[in-house]
């Protein structure tokens, strides 16, 4: 019988978890679209959406990819989506004018269902809570935050009442950088953070100011994760990231956990490597995050993050009905975690 020495022997026993650590495999990349929208609906139907009017789909686990534009809206810039099937899918165009469209035949016509030419107009995310509700969320006009429902599926939308929206400060906005600072909170509800000279959690009808850098204009929350158990009541675990991202390396005060609905927060023992614009939970405790300089991940609830990737994107999103999680940034950037 051979004799192992103890060095090979170590080597071999440190080799799985090699093999298995988390990391980041790209599967798209080099087309010079910038990407920020992201709807993984199961492991096999992944959208993205982003500038020059691009819309990308892949109906086997991202190993392939159909890239259009959308006729007429070449010069759009589509930084969220929210799709429901292989062939039914809701794009955002942010601004100049606003317009929100929908495709029932897998992004080969599309139909405007929401059109705003008003100065100032700009849209920023949306969010769905199933198939027919929605809502979507625009910087403040005249010092109040735009807000529009559906409850078809995307096929129409309506303002809230003017005097229902919530009023921003001096300088408050949100960021359209991943279509995740406003989520689900229970079945009915909603909650969005916000950024810039004030960066705060609206939730319900209070709002809460959160601990993370703020004062400029490219300053405080870009995304929230909110772990949802599928239950009638709110949820409670919350995770918010941002930072600046004009200091993209800089990781102070660019994160915070909540374990009571965002009344109370505490902040990472470690935290991301920098400027991050999109978190999501994998699991109760497991979360990714990623910003322009790179991606982390957490397995204690977004108390200790450990960097994976050097590599930029704006958004990850975990499959609505799955358990696959993807990326998409810049270059036409798409990839996904292997965990």
Known sequence: MPIVKPFSLLIFCLLPVVVFAQHIEMLHSGTGISLRGLSVVDDKVVWVSGTGGTIGRSVDSGKTW?????????KNDFRDIEAFDAATAVIMGIAAPAYILKTNDGG???????????????????EFWNEQSGIAIGDPLEGKIFIARTFDGGNTWQHLPEQNYPVAKTGEAMFAASGTNIRPLSKKEACFVTGGTVSRLFVRNKTIDLPLV?????????????????KQKPAKYMVVVGGDFAAD????QNSAVSKDGGNTWA???????GYRSCVEYITKNKLITCGTSGVDVSDDGGMNWKFISNKGFHVCRKAKNGKMVFLAGKDGRVARLVW
Not at 66 to 74: I, P, R, Y
Not at 120 to 125: K, N, P, R
Request: glycine letters at 8%.
């Open 108 to 126: 080969s016509t599309w139909k405007v269902v929401f059109e705003d030419k008003r100065k100032g107009m700009f849209l920023d995310a949306m």
């Open 214 to 230: 703020q004062g400029r204009e490219t300053t405080g929350a870009n995304a929230i994760a909110v772990y949802n158990n599928k």
């Open 66 to 74: 159909k890239w259009m534009q959308v006729k007429g809206f070449e």
């Open 267 to 273: 902040i990472p023992q470690t935290p991301p490597k």
């Open 249 to 252: 390396s800089v990781a102070a």
